[in-house]
């Protein structure tokens, strides 16, 4: 089991290594070089658990229903941050992976470089989030990648299209991301992942 998550955890690191040393996003709109700027947050109200309500698929996450982080804030100023989530169904078992986070010197906490394994670390950036911090927004400087996440598992449309309406003034290309199913109902409707097939 040790040795399977070994291997999972490695070969997600070299895909997100490879997606941030690659030259811009595949899918440029007119606004990708448009350059992303981290926001400050207040780590300790940041902290705790966050749903995954969409993502750009890469895959580290791909197939995934039901995925959400968790963040602690650790003594020595680190974070532990840990992914949950069930590989191609609500009826598979859920699965755990951990990582160790470093808040980037003068980012005011809103840069983070994620140890996916030692020595590969990625930089984590919070792009958004709203004054209450239910909703916030992840990205990578590249734009290959990024997150919409919310403390409740449930997003109506009208929020996740606003969300997605800041995404694209950010110079992402929107028409990449894709609803996580957060409940089985959710599996096959519009704008949502389906596991287990290819688009």
């Excluded at 490879?18 to 109200?45: E, H, I, M, T």
């Excluded at 974070?79 to 069930?86: C, K, N, T, V, Y």
């Excluded at 449930?154 to 894709?178: E, K, P, Q, V």
């Amino acid at each position: 089991m040790r040795r399977a998550l070994v291997i999972a955890v490695v070969a997600a690191g070299v895909v997100v290594v490879a997606a941030s040393c690659s030259n811009g996003p595949p899918n440029p709109n007119p606004r990708a070089d448009v350059p992303l700027q981290s926001v400050p947050v207040d780590l300790p109200r940041y902290m705790g658990r966050w749903y995954v309500i969409a993502n750009i698929p890469y895959f580290a996450e791909r197939d995934f229903v039901a995925s959400r982080a968790e963040w602690t804030l650790r003594a020595d100023g680190k974070i532990d941050d840990e992914f949950f989530g069930r590989k191609k169904g609500f009826d598979q078992p859920e699965t755990h992976h951990q990582f160790l986070d470093t808040v980037k010197p003068g980012s005011g906490g809103g840069e983070w470089s994620v140890q996916l394994f030692w020595p590969v670390h990625v930089m984590q950036m919070t792009l958004w989030v709203d004054p209450d911090y239910r909703y916030t927004i992840l990205g990578y400087p590249n734009k290959k990648l990024g997150w919409i996440f919310a403390r409740d598992p449930m997003m109506s449309d009208d929020t996740y299209h606003a969300l997605l309406a800041r995404l694209d003034a950010m110079g992402y290309d929107t028409t990449r991301f894709r609803r996580v199913p957060q409940s089985p109902e959710q599996i096959g409707q519009p704008g949502f992942a389906s596991p287990g097939q290819r688009e």
